[in-house]
């Protein structure tokens, strides 16, 4: 069956750099949302603890308790404040009108709109907020924000600068606040703020710097194989004819996997460099025979590059039902 390899020497090998750039592992918050970024979250979630990891974030209460047992702090980005927010977890606020809505004495981070402008407080009303904020009975540990474009300089820096406003208000508030900006972008270009942490998604897993190792390789298995004469077609609306006598074979990997929908237009290749055959199906391909173990890819850029999107897109859309395994 279809399978999903996570090397673990590169994974560590990551952990360990991106915790040097941060100034150690007490300054990672590693991001473990959507199952590790399609990785596999239970799987890698020791790896990083074993490494020093002590903080990640997640997408929601549900991925945070699959992980609970592994990490210290654990904080959640995407909630619905509904008055049953768990004491074990720190909780993001996206939106301030939400706030009367949380259980006493949850743990906040409280998102800060630097320029996004998707979620969280404006900074022209973080004074107001943080003044009223004791009427609550919750606890505000710490106050972040998310880079719209991190690898755009003027963007970049404007959002820094309104980070640091946001920082200095804040300060005035509670002087033991945490503080995170750095994304996978940031930290892969710039060196971070001393009082601040890094929040590392898919940097950890080897994507957006070249000095770090792809940590996933997606295989497929061979269900059947066949010799197509010249001028036979195979697939779906017979939308690949053989130009010549040629071994075929058909491999267990298809869209309903996770994989985009091939429609056969042309240059869809795997690792090793064969094209796919055809249209792809919902539940296989077909390309010239590879033997039983075929690499689809290793490296999530190529495919994201064909189909015009990015590599997290690839990568998330990988089933939780194809078995991961460590090597």
Same mark, same amino acid.
């Given at each position: ?11 560590? +090998? /990551? ?6 750039? *941060? ?5 990672l ?6 199952? *590790? ?7 890698l ?10 903080? #990640? ?6 991925? *945070? ?17 509904n ?12 939106e301030? $009108? /939400? ?21 969280g ?18 606890? $505000? ?11 755009e ?9 309104? +980070? ?11 002087? /033991?606040?945490i ?17 601040? $942490? ?6 950890? +897993? ?31 609306? /017979? ?58 890819f ?15 897109? #690839? ?6 039902? #194809?078995?991961?395994?460590?090597i």
């Amino acid at each position: 069956m279809a399978l999903i390899k996570l090397d673990k020497e590169a994974y560590k +090998f /990551n952990l360990r750099q991106l915790a040097l750039r *941060a100034g150690g592992y007490e300054n990672l918050i590693c991001v473990f949302k959507d199952n *590790a970024y399609g990785h596999g979250a239970q799987i890698l979630a020791p790896i990083a603890r074993e490494e020093g990891v002590g903080f #990640i974030a997640t997408r929601n209460e549900q991925e *945070a308790l699959a992980l609970e047992a592994h990490f210290k702090d654990i904080l959640i980005l995407s909630h619905r404040p509904n008055g049953k927010e768990d004491p074990r977890f720190i909780y993001a606020l996206n939106e301030p $009108l /939400n706030l009367k809505d949380f259980k006493k004495n949850t743990r906040i981070h409280l998102k800060i709109d630097t320029g996004m402008r998707r979620n969280g407080i404006c900074l022209s009303n973080l004074k107001e907020f943080l003044d009223s904020f004791h009427r609550y009975d919750l606890k $505000l540990e710490g106050i972040f924000t998310h880079f719209a474009a991190a690898d755009e300089d003027e963007s970049y820096h404007f959002q820094r600068q309104n +980070f640091q406003k946001a920082k200095d208000l804040a300060r005035n508030f509670n002087e /033991n606040l945490i503080f995170h900006s750095f994304n996978s972008v940031a930290l892969s270009r710039d060196t971070p703020p001393k009082d601040e $942490l890094c929040r590392v998604g898919l940097l950890q +897993f080897g994507y957006g710097d070249d000095g770090l190792k792809k940590v996933l390789s997606l295989y497929a298995h061979r269900l059947s194989q066949r010799t197509l004469q010249k001028g036979q077609s195979m697939g779906y609306d /017979n939308a690949f004819v053989a130009q010549e006598k040629m071994r075929v074979g058909t491999y267990d990997l298809g869209y309903a996997d996770g994989l985009f929908r091939y429609d056969a237009r042309g240059g869809l290749r795997l690792a090793d460099g064969r094209e796919i055959l055809g249209k792809m199906s919902m539940d296989s391909f077909s390309c010239e025979d590879g033997g039983e173990e075929l690499c689809v890819f290793d490296d999530a850029r190529i495919w994201a590059e064909f189909f015009h999107t990015i590599s997290y897109e #690839i990568l998330v859309k990988l089933h939780p039902s #194809i078995p991961r395994i460590l090597i």
